[in-house]
């Protein structure tokens, strides 16, 4: 589970098996001492935290074992704080359900192992209604062998529904959502799809596009041959700069290539064909004798602590760059809302060693 907390050493947590039923609506309208009626603890376990000295909020990882399906609620208590405490439930439960619409207006639900993926053929799944604040039960339909059951939607009410074994009774009741209308793919459609050999050019380099070319309609799919198209190139400002006439052969693929203008403004540049087009860039680029790669960071930080980083430079021969002059630049980055985000970045300089570290 995870942790953001300040001003803290220490938390901790307590897990309570609940002993009601996952239609009971105080599970919806929990109240104090929730945990003393309805719950009995399981398990209790401390955990100390690191010091937040700079008063910020830090986040972190915890664990702690549920022993078996059912609900549970978990409560923290920090240290020193007398009387306050925080808690959520948890469904722990080892099923899934996929559902999709059917033609004739029925869903088709298959019941899986979560962990496995395997089907879980003796599932059961219940339809429920709300009722006072929690949910009754309407329907119940049994799984086949491959976990899938189909289920006959009742219109004009607002419907939940979960899955459940003899062993396995806690998963939450999930809205039941039904499409209006089961949409399928009846018309052909054919597809046309672009490839250049790299993503970055120089100017004045030659660029080798292919493209594939077929026909999809509903399952299937076949290639088109024979087909005649005009592949053209348009430069960063979208200036057509050449083109070329290609015919797709037996296997619905073609070929072409492009020499590049030099000089020319840099920039991306696109390749267009019918519908589709692929773009790619075009850089006055030197390219690199070297790779610089970073050991990854295993340690936690926080602000105000010194980040140690270890990076390795090597030619692609695999030898070191030895004792060359290394410039990095460090950035930060924050979100004040969804809508906002922030960056600010350092820059610096220094050398490597005879390893290349």
């Known amino acids: 589970m995870k942790v953001n907390y300040k001003n803290l050493t220490g938390i901790t947590l307590q897990l309570y098996k609940v002993n009601l039923p996952v239609t009971s609506a105080v599970l919806q309208n929990r109240t104090a001492g929730f945990e003393s009626k309805y719950a009995r603890l399981q398990r209790e376990e401390h955990f100390s935290l690191k010091p937040t000295t700079d008063y910020l909020n830090v986040d972190t990882t915890l664990t702690i074992q549920a022993p078996q399906a059912g609900i549970y609620f978990l409560k923290a ?10 808690g959520t439930l948890m469904y722990v439960t080892a099923l899934k359900t996929i559902y999709r619409p059917l033609p004739d207006g029925a869903l088709e639900l298959v019941v899986v192992d979560a962990g496995s993926g395997q089907p879980v053929s003796e599932a059961e799944v219940t339809v429920y ?13 049994q799984a086949d062998k491959q976990g899938t059951l189909k289920l006959d939607f009742l219109k004009g009410k607002r419907y939940g529904y979960n899955a459940h074994t003899a062993a396995d009774n806690a998963m939450p009741i999930l809205n039941l959502w039904k499409n209006d209308y089961y949409y399928q793919e009846s018309k052909r459609k054919e597809v046309l799809q672009l490839f250049t050999d790299r993503s970055v050019y120089r100017p004045g380099q030659t660029v080798y596009v292919s493209g594939l070319v077929y026909e999809m309609e509903k399952d299937s799919t076949r290639v088109l041959a024979d087909k005649k198209y005009t592949v053209s190139l ?19 693929s073609f070929s072409g290539q492009f020499v590049l203008p030099s000089p020319c403004l840099t920039g991306y540049f696109s390749l267009r064909a019918a ?14 004798t070297f790779d610089v790669t970073f050991e990854p960071v295993k340690v936690e930080y926080q602000a105000g602590d010194s980040i140690e980083v270890v990076g390795m430079a090597k030619t692609f021969a695999g030898a070191p760059v030895q004792h060359a002059r290394v410039h990095y630049s460090i950035s930060r980055s924050y979100a004040w809302f969804w809508r906002f985000m922030g960056r600010s970045s350092a820059l610096g300089r220094r050398g490597n060693d005879r390893c290349g570290r």
């Open 129 to 141: 209604t709300e009722k006072g604040g929690g949910y009754a039960p309407q329907q119940t339909y």
């Open 77 to 86: 208590v920090p240290d020193g704080k007398k009387g306050v405490s925080d």
């Open 275 to 288: 519908d589709t087009s692929v773009s790619f860039k075009v850089e006055e680029y030197k390219r690199p």
């Open 234 to 252: 348009y430069d960063a400002n979208n200036n057509e700069t050449g083109k070329v006439e290609v015919r797709t052969n037996g296997f619905g």
